[in-house]
């Protein structure tokens, strides 16, 4: 046979050569192009060690501002929760109240000469945060169910640093987690054996070692962001290289998120189910938790307070749990026709519930997200790579164990303790207090709702039906 007369016509054999050479030329000045483009992790304050944390604990804010460190100093352990009628809470009652009164006298402070230094303007964000819900919550409860209004000293400057950091003027995950450290031995990098936690609204150990096991989850997915990295620096998807690359790292990312999956489930031998639901968890709601006919709060100096973003910090706002999703392009929001079909209670969930989330991110992680998103897709990848469906869909298995983990450790800390009594940790009355704390959050008077105030158990099952569909194969 003679293998010459198979060719095509030269003209038709060079022009096909042509086009190929040209359309390879065109994909490899695409990459450069794209990569040149693309901004460094830091330019998105993401720190390659330490990832979302700072590599360092916050400085603390100048001498201006030092009625606003002291009224946190002393804020520390010395409130108590104004719906709580126990012997030691009443006892702090008068204190509570002069602590108020004192803000409420204070002079409106602006935050602008902060505003240049990041790590100073996060560290008034928290510091205001955190204010602003020990002066709510403390506030003892009245019949009239009228609005809690913040005071000016406190709106103001709160409004004012928010709107430069993009961030919710409320308590967030940030201010509670990726902030609220220092170093347990100074002058050592930040390690999660080097990291203790400041700043506890009850004072006891279990709130510190939930917001010390959040951590943990955090710094064990820097690795995610450097396999995400990777995936999106690669220069061609096509090569055997490439593709047993990320076959190797899809297999390490399921291996980090069963990691995570064990450190979240730490917190049952570190946090009393009953010390969280009843001692913390209050401090942690924001101006909707009582659902849509609550009360609310009102910032005052501020316009439209009804319009603001007011919830309180949810693990829903960690920005490396939002990068995993958006990597293994999990659909929240029921865009996408994937098998199995969403059942009624996901088409009931909150579809807007993780975008909503990430207007209590800091901005520059929330523009690191907005980059992922508009990136290549891993699923598409593997959609059209066979080598690399089992690893994909292994990465997606452990990421739905992981939220079924969630959720069992949502149903006993938050479920289950909904129906329990306040008093029954031992020594505090319940009677007064019960007869409030029943009309929200004991079971059979409306839905048991997350510190945003969304439907819990819906939020939770619709996020993990939502991973279980990425799955390129079925698979229980």
């Known amino acids: 046979m003679d293998v010459f007369s198979l060719l095509p016509s030269p003209p038709l054999f060079f022009s096909h050569f042509l086009k190929l050479a040209l359309s390879i030329l065109r994909s490899k000045v695409h990459v450069r192009k794209h990569l040149a483009q693309r901004r460094p992790p830091t330019a998105y304050d993401i720190h390659p060690k330490t990832g979302f944390f700072p590599p360092e604990p916050l400085p603390k804010l100048p001498l201006s501002f030092k009625i606003w460190e002291d009224a946190l100093c002393d804020a520390n352990g010395n409130l108590s929760l104004g719906e709580d009628e126990a012997g030691e809470a009443l006892e702090k009652r008068p204190y509570g109240n002069e602590w108020r009164s004192r803000i409420d006298a204070w002079p409106v402070l602006s935050t602008e000469s902060l505003h240049s230094d990041l790590r100073l303007a996060q560290r008034a964000h928290l510091v205001l945060a955190w204010l602003v819900s020990f002066y709510v919550h403390s506030i003892p409860p009245s019949e009239s169910e009228e609005p809690i209004r913040v005071p000016r000293a406190l709106a103001v400057p709160l409004m004012e640093v928010s709107r430069h950091l993009g961030l919710a003027p409320v308590l967030t995950f940030a201010d509670t987690v990726l902030w609220n450290w220092e170093l347990t031995r100074p002058g050592l990098p930040l390690t999660p054996e080097n990291i203790r936690f400041v700043n506890t609204f009850s004072g006891t150990d279990d709130e510190k070692n939930f917001y010390h096991a959040s951590a943990l989850a955090e710094l064990r997915g820097v690795e995610i962001l450097r396999i995400i990295d990777d995936f999106n620096h690669l220069p061609n998807l096509a090569d055997i290289t490439s593709i047993s690359k990320l076959s190797r790292d899809l297999t390490r990312l399921a291996g980090v998120i069963e990691d995570i999956k064990e450190v979240i489930a730490s917190v049952r031998s570190t946090c009393d189910p009953h010390v969280f639901y009843w001692d913390i968890r209050p401090w942690f709601e924001g101006s909707d938790a009582k659902g849509p006919d609550g009360p609310g709060w009102i910032y005052e100096g501020a316009e439209n307070t009804e319009d603001l973003d007011l919830s309180g910090p949810s693990a829903g706002q960690s920005s490396i749990m939002h990068a995993l999703d958006i990597f293994l392009d999990i659909d929240h929001k029921l865009e996408q026709r994937r098998y199995p079909a969403p059942s009624p209670g996901n088409k009931r969930a909150d579809h807007g519930f993780m975008d909503r989330m990430r207007r209590y991110m800091p901005g520059k992680h929330r523009e690191y997200l907005d980059l ?105």
């Open 372 to 476: 992922l998103t508009a990136s290549r897709s891993i699923r598409e990848l593997a959609l059209s790579t066979p080598a690399l469906r089992d690893p994909y869909d292994a990465a997606v298995h452990a990421l739905k164990g992981l939220r079924d983990s969630h959720m069992r450790i949502a149903c006993l800390y938050i479920v289950t303790m909904s129906r329990s009594i306040p008093g029954s940790k031992g020594g505090c009355p319940v009677a007064a207090m019960l007869d409030r704390l029943q009309a929200n959050r004991v079971a059979g008077n409306g839905p048991v709702r997350g510190t945003g105030g969304n439907e819990l158990s819906l939020l939770l099952k619709a996020g993990r039906d939502a991973t279980r569909r990425a799955m390129l194969k079925t698979r229980v």
